[in-house]
């Protein structure tokens, strides 16, 4: 992909991820609470914000995100560790969500309270699947 269709890409998605945002932020600010029509919303505009800014990263330090790296080779009780605490970490964030989740199907309003949790049980679902399933890497010297 050229330069110039990245910078595009990224730019665009910058100024979606900034739309979508904007009406949830909004409606959090009046009224300490969000639809939940806006929370989908809201947390799609993020998610396009932190890819959008991935792509200027990798256009950025290139080399840095693309360096040589050997797989860490594990034991079977380590290995079976690291997958367990992924697990746990997976159900805490579903956990943390759940409330939020209720909150929106019953009263169609998330408070604020709600959405802070939804928020970090999203990036402790995000952490927990990181851990479970992808390999450690160390970067060769």
Not at 26 to 45: C, F, P, S, T
Not at 107 to 113: I, K, N
Request: charged share 15%; with cysteine.
């Amino acid at each position: 992909m050229k330069r110039t269709s990245k910078i595009g890409i990224g730019v665009i998605g910058i100024l979606l991820g900034i739309g979508l945002i904007i009406p949830g932020a909004i409606h959090l600010r009046n009224e300490v609470v969000m639809a939940d029509g806006k929370l989908g919303l809201w947390l799609l505009g993020w998610v396009l914000l932190a890819w959008s800014l991935g792509i200027f990263q990798r256009m950025i330090q290139p080399k840095v995100l693309q360096g040589e790296f050997e797989k860490v080779e594990m034991t079977p009780v380590k290995q079976a560790m690291k997958i367990s605490a992924g697990m746990v970490v997976l159900l805490i964030g579903i956990a943390l969500m759940m409330p939020a989740a209720a909150q929106a199907r019953h009263e169609g309003l998330v408070e604020f309270a709600g959405l802070g949790y939804a928020v970090f049980g999203i990036a402790l679902l995000i952490t927990g699947a990181m851990v479970a399933f992808c390999p450690y890497k160390k970067r060769r010297a």
